[in-house]
């Protein structure tokens, strides 16, 4: 089974990610966490230059850069999920439908670039509102958490793709163990 945590900064996806697996452990079911982008990569290593500010790519680069890094971790995905591991992904393929989107592109173009991964069971939108995600991140800012406006746009098309395609979202302004309260009783329900 794979569970998606999504979100903007600074919604809790690492934290929750951590809390979700350590549950699900104490439940006997083996449990891996993924975070993308996966920085320890070649093209994970192009990403991050690209969000310091070091590179400069057209919005469709970057995009393919983000599927091209899954890609890279597609054959450690596969073979946790033949021995029946949860996979806990802190961002998957939805967080570059909801950037791309709101950086102009199409969905389907966006979709295309990872057609063939594994697919999710239950996508999690951590809904955190851009103002708290400013206030819990006083350190240095990728290119795309500096931008107040372009934030606004991630969380509204974030909530807009979770009522089209069917993603749960949970309200990641409470406190850490009522958001992973929150969390648990919507995964529990998918793993009945």
Sequence with gaps: MIIVLEGFDQAGKGTQS???????????????????????????????????????????????????????????????????????????YQSNLVYGITNGLELE???????????????????????????????????FE???EFAQKIVHTYRTLAKELGWEIVNASQTKLQVHKNVMEVALRYLK
């Design 18 to 92: 951590k809390l979700l697996a350590k549950a699900l452990k104490t439940r006997k079911l083996k449990c891996k966490i993924f975070s993308f982008p996966d920085y320890s990569t070649p093209i994970g290593k192009e990403i991050k230059y690209y969000l310091s500010g070091k590179r400069k790519f057209p919005p469709q680069v970057i995009h393919c850069l983000l599927a091209a890094n899954r890609w890279e971790k597609s054959k450690e995905i596969e073979d946790a999920l033949s021995k029946d591991y949860v996979l806990i992904m802190n961002r998957y």
């Design 109 to 143: 173009w966006l979709s295309n670039l990872d057609a063939g991964l594994p697919k999710e069971d239950l996508v999690i939108v951590l809904d955190v509102k851009p103002k708290e995600s400013f206030d819990r991140k006083k350190i240095q800012r990728d290119k």
């Design 146 to 148: 500096k931008n107040k």
